[in-house]
């Protein structure tokens, strides 16, 4: 199994421009989960979802949008990026809610200049 | 507000001491607690989880943890520190009543001399 999934996992982007990041997981996890990860905040929660169709806000939604189309894949959005946006993301993955193991993709490293 | 702490940012133990790594965390209910490892590069894995019952719980690669309600606290150790245990490590709480959450603390870097 190849668990959790992110790509690209290295991506510079201008000021502005848009992209998508992909999260796919093959352990048919009902909740997934979108985070960021900045030096001495730890991981902080952009968005999540609970299941195929629905997403909710996280600590820090505002400049990111979500979507789960498939139970599988957890896109998240930038529209126009800004530099405070420059950030390691992570996405992981439940069984059910907070309370079970999470599984981890190995993440992204986006610089916007 | 709820919150999970890690007071220490880093930490410095020569190889073959002991370790402890504290984590507190300011939620009504007893939440779910994780411990999970970031080695350089690497995503998330978990080395221990306390959900209910004994409050010393054992881990991967040596850890154990011990849960105490009346300190809200819920630290790291690990007897004897090796070389390949230089890593991150962050102490997470898992709440259901707040939107099925896994809410994470700032973390704490772990650096081993030889």
């Known amino acids: 199994n190849a668990g959790v999934t992110q790509t690209p996992k290295f991506r510079v982007l201008k000021t502005g421009q848009s992209m998508t990041l992909l999260c796919a997981q093959d352990?048919?996890?009902?909740?997934m989960y979108w985070y960021r990860q900045d030096p001495g905040m730890g991981l902080r929660l952009i968005h999540y979802?609970?299941?195929?169709?629905?997403?909710a806000k996280g600590e820090v939604p505002d400049g990111y949008n979500v979507s789960r189309l498939k139970k599988q894949n957890f896109l998240l959005g930038l529209e126009s990026a800004a530099p405070s946006q420059t950030s390691v993301y992570f996405c992981?993955?439940?069984?059910?809610?907070?309370?079970?193991?999470?599984?981890f993709g190995q993440g992204t490293r986006l610089t916007v200049v | 507000a709820q919150s999970v702490t890690q007071p220490d940012i880093h930490i410095t133990v020569s190889e073959g001491a002991s370790l402890e790594l504290r984590c507190n965390y300011s939620?009504?209910?007893?939440?779910?607690l994780f411990w999970y490892v970031q080695s350089p590069g690497q995503g998330l894995q978990l080395l221990l989880k306390?959900?209910?019952?004994?409050?010393l719980v054992q881990g991967i690669k040596g850890f154990e943890a011990e849960f105490k309600r009346s300190q809200s606290s819920f630290n790291l150790r690990k007897p004897s520190v090796h070389w390949s245990d230089a890593a991150e490590y962050f102490c997470?709480?898992?709440?259901?009543?707040?939107?099925?959450?896994?809410?994470f603390g700032a973390g704490t870097i772990l650096r081993v001399k030889s």
């Open positions: 306390y959900f209910s019952g004994d409050t």
């Open positions: 997470a709480v898992g709440l259901m009543e707040y939107g099925n959450k896994l809410v």
């Open positions: 939620y009504g209910a007893t939440p779910y």
């Open positions: 352990m048919n996890h009902e909740y």
């Open positions: 979802s609970v299941g195929e169709g629905t997403t």
């Open positions: 992981a993955s439940t069984y059910r809610g907070g309370w079970t193991e999470a599984f």
